[in-house]
């Protein structure tokens, strides 16, 4: 019998999840609040479309978004069925929603999901928390969304573990995507090399630093020599902020992957205040120099 899920959100992961699903031969009913994308036109005939016992995908927004989510999910599912998180969720949500959802008699699954746009193709990096009897309900799934060969997906541990592993893989990710960028930098700085693209192209085999990322950062040269047509201004999802939130929790350094958080921190001022102070020093203790703010160009 064709196993059939219930999939809510369908952005650019959850639509994408949709298709790498089907073309795994799974049921799917999809539900989002966009009509034009959804097979359903609310959440109470999404329920009454997937069989039970019901297996329930969601992949909406952290916080909020999800929480309600959840709680409409506690109201309209049954004993027996079982609700995955693959959202950026916090992993502290996740026990609290495990233990709402189980008052219903409702198993809940925690799962972080690393892949992007190039999911569809690629397959998804799954992180996933839960009992093994919950797990092993959600397997199928796992399986169908995963990368092809015996990586690309784990059973971290009991709920939370999932996302804490996501967690804490982003939080790398700010530290490695500093260190290309900053390397970046250096070589377009001085007028020693004469081609950084290559450069950067030329690491991509043999190097101890090659990396997808790598080949993203090439992608994105070659696309964009010298990234004029890019902002200097990077966002965060929050999942930086709690690695290093955690890694106080619990007397771990992060120097790097909290060098990286704040460094995007940085890219959002247009004119740094506490650079300012620190001119305002320099000349008071050493009499040295100061840049005058510059006038407003009107534009």
């Known amino acids: 019998m064709t196993l059939h899920i219930g999939l809510i959100g369908l952005g650019k992961m959850g639509g994408n999840m949709r298709e790498r699903l089907r ?28 069989p039970s016992p019901r297996l329930v995908w969601v992949m909406v927004p952290a916080g909020e978004p999800t929480h309600a989510t959840l709680t409409e999910l506690g109201r309209l599912l049954e004993p027996g069925d079982l609700v995955v998180d693959g959202g950026n969720s916090r992993w502290t949500d996740d026990i609290a929603h495990a233990e709402q959802l189980a008052r219903h008699g409702i198993g809940f699954v925690d799962c972080g999901v690393s892949g992007g746009v190039w999911g569809l193709e690629n397959g998804y990096a799954l992180m996933y928390g839960g009992t093994p009897e919950h797990v092993a309900s959600a397997q ?21 573990a999932g996302h804490f592993a996501k ?13 290309y960028a900053e390397g970046w930098e250096l070589l377009e700085k001085v007028d020693l090399v ?14 101890v630093i090659r990396s997808w990322l790598l080949d993203l950062m090439v992608t ?6 010298g ?19 955690a890694a106080i929790d ?16 940085v890219s959002r ?15 008071q203790f050493g009499g040295h120099a100061v840049r005058a703010e510059r006038p407003d160009s009107g534009d």
């Open 250 to 265: 619990n007397a771990v350094p992060v120097p790097a992957i909290t060098a990286a958080l704040f460094a995007r921190f």
């Open 140 to 160: 199928p799934v796992f399986d169908a969304l995963k990368p092809a060969g015996d990586s690309g997906a784990v059973h971290a541990g009991k709920v939370g």
């Open 194 to 207: 004469d081609n950084v693209t290559e450069v950067f192209d030329s690491w991509r085999e043999g190097t």
């Open 167 to 179: 967690m804490v893989h982003n939080g790398i990710e700010y530290a490695l995507m500093q260190a």
């Open 23 to 50: 073309r795994a031969g799974l049921a799917v009913t999809g539900y989002d609040r966009n009509p034009e994308v959804s097979d359903v036109a609310s959440l109470e005939e999404l329920v009454a479309a997937v």
């Open 220 to 225: 994105a040269l070659e696309q964009d020599p």
């Open 269 to 283: 001022q247009d004119d740094s205040p506490a650079m300012k102070a620190i001119a305002a020093m320099r000349q």
């Open 227 to 245: 990234l004029a047509g890019i902002a200097g201004y990077a966002d965060d999802s929050g999942e930086g902020r709690w690695t290093v939130e």
